[in-house]
């Protein structure tokens, strides 16, 4: 109170509780719970919605959670709940029946106006993540929208507080290739869909940052300075702010930052040069975002360190080559071990959390165009796609598709997660031929939330791979005017669902590429 800061307590219901059920497994629906969680997840068991004991236990913990926090708002969670306990629990059946509930949607709906009520009568206000939407809002309750901003927009329209947090900008726990440091300025926590009524119910935003996936000791490291355009768009209007005066008033703060000590994300080198596939020769150019420092590189495969080459200017490569570069902040200081490799910008990068070092890594292939194929066959329009379901086990990475199931196929449009069901714990694939309009260098956009490839033919083009947050990768590929086979495989194993492919290059206007297959 002092410092006029509020701390907002989460005690998560009905889900993500693995630990108190652990301790007290009477409170599930199976009564038979394991041990606590070493891990992140979505855990099936959770509260048993048909037990009286389940809300006594409850708010005997909120009772001692209003004692120590003065708040007006409490945070409850009500995220990422499985529904699959209460499907098949009897206690919570009969609570459907009882209280006149269309289904376990309804049913969570319930269990949050019970809470809702009962802190409102101790003058508390329930805050929720989105997911307390579903299946109708409590009366009181502020919604948390991290799923996108649809969350948002629901609540507002219907007069309800939002707190904006999406993960595509405001999830600081994620890599700073992800959600780099501008693309959090970027953002709008008062969606312009609202009217300026509607947008009064916008109560700001918070960047969140998650201690599973966050050591102690680089907490700054992903924190800062992210946090601070998290401020600046939190307490300016939108017509107030300027992407470019930012970032050149950054370059100043760097040094006040270095003055407290703290240990803020050194920016990784950008590849400012278009595409990474020639046929000839390519000038490479690398900027310094940081504006200090020095750039060092190689071009041997070995990591950069303060012995390598030092950045001086352009450099041209005539022979496949990966070029890694690491930026030292004045005083030879760079990041805590988090590597980066891949594309970033026109180039590629990807951060890697545990790894041995901070390093950019872009890779320039030397190759020919690649062929099309013959087109006096029956081509359909639309991209064929194949759904597989993974049961109960979370896939880490891209399985082997060809050596599973396939649950339903159809053909659609265009890639995207629209052909999927809701949930977790599923997989697809989309095959067919793309038109490419003129002979050329193509640059593939591969944005996915969880792991994702996309190959041309047999050339592994962007690798998108494993369990992440929505980030983008992209490859650049030579093609011949014509068809080409495209392939993109595509894994969801929690959290939010996200996939789309977009073209840049000669002849590709606003409205994209088209597909077609050939109705497997």
């Known amino acids: ?198 947008g009064a119910h916008v109560l700001g935003l918070e960047g969140n940052v998650w201690g599973e996936w966050t050591p102690t000791d680089r907490v700054e490291q992903q924190t800062w300075p992210r946090l601070c355009a998290v401020a600046e768009i939190g307490w300016s209007r939108k017509d107030a702010r300027d992407e470019t005066d930012f970032l050149g008033r950054m370059k100043t703060h760097y040094g006040r930052l270095d003055a407290l000590g703290v240990r803020y994300f050194v920016p990784t080198p950008r590849c400012v040069t278009k595409g990474r596939v020639f046929t000839d020769e390519m000038s490479v150019v690398l900027d310094n975002p940081l504006g200090r420092g020095v750039i060092r590189y ?78 006096d066959l029956l081509y359909l329009p639309g991209i064929w796609w194949m759904l597989y379901d993974s049961g109960d086990t979370y896939w880490e990475t891209l399985p082997d598709f060809r050596s599973l199931s396939i649950v339903a196929s159809g053909s659609a449009e265009t890639i995207s997660t629209a052909v999927s069901p809701k949930g977790d714990n599923f997989g697809l694939v989309f095959y067919g031929y793309m038109r490419v309009p003129e002979s050329g260098a193509y640059t593939a956009s591969l944005h996915s939330d969880d792991g994702s490839r996309l190959w041309i033919g047999d050339d592994l083009v962007v690798d998108n791979d494993g369990l992440h947050a929505p980030r983008t990768r992209t ?33 590709i206007g606003e409205e994209g590429v088209s597909y077609f297959h050939r109705g497997w």
């Not at 109170?1 to 652990?22: D, F, K, N, S």
């Not at 026109?346 to 390093?359: E, M």
């Not at 392939?487 to 929690?494: L, P, S, Y």
């Open 1 to 198: 109170a002092e410092r006029h800061v509020t701390v907002v307590p989460e005690i998560e219901m009905p889900g993500h509780c693995q630990a108190a059920l652990a301790s007290y497994p009477e409170l599930s629906c199976t009564g038979a719970v394991g041990a606590v969680g070493n891990r992140w997840g979505v855990v099936r068991d959770v509260y048993c919605a048909g037990s009286e004991e389940v809300f006594e236990f409850l708010t005997g913990v909120l009772e001692e959670t209003l004692a120590m926090f003065p708040s007006e708002f409490i945070h409850i969670g009500g995220d990422e709940c499985p529904k699959d306990r209460w499907k098949a629990c009897p206690k919570c059946q009969a609570r459907i029946k009882s209280e006149g509930l269309k289904d376990e949607n309804e049913l969570q709906s319930w269990f949050i106006k019970r809470i809702d009520a009962w802190l409102t009568e101790r003058g508390r206000r329930l805050v929720g993540w989105d997911e307390i939407l579903e299946g109708g809002l409590a009366k009181g309750a502020t919604v948390q929208s991290w799923r996108g901003m649809n969350g948002a927009l629901i609540a507002a329209r219907a007069g309800h507080d939002v707190v904006s947090s999406p993960t595509s900008h405001c999830y600081l726990d994620y890599d700073h290739v992800a959600i780099p440091l501008a693309k959090t300025y970027s953002f709008d926590p008062v969606p312009p869909e609202l009217t300026r009524e509607e």
């Open 298 to 375: 190689t071009l041997d495969g070995s990591e950069p360190n303060s012995e390598s080459l030092i950045y001086e200017g352009p450099f041209t490569l005539t022979e496949s080559t990966t070029v890694k570069a690491r930026l030292f902040a004045p005083g030879g200081r760079s990041n805590l071990p988090v590597r980066a490799e891949g594309i970033a910008g026109p180039a590629r990068a990807r951060s890697v959390v545990g790894s041995d070092r901070d390093v950019v890594e872009y890779t320039f292939r030397r190759q020919a165009l690649h062929a099309s194929v013959r087109e």
């Open 475 to 507: 490859g650049d590929v030579l093609l011949e005017q014509g068809l080409h086979p495209i392939r993109v495989e595509f894994i969801q194993a929690g959290g939010a669902v996200d996939l789309a492919v977009s073209w840049t290059g000669p002849g």
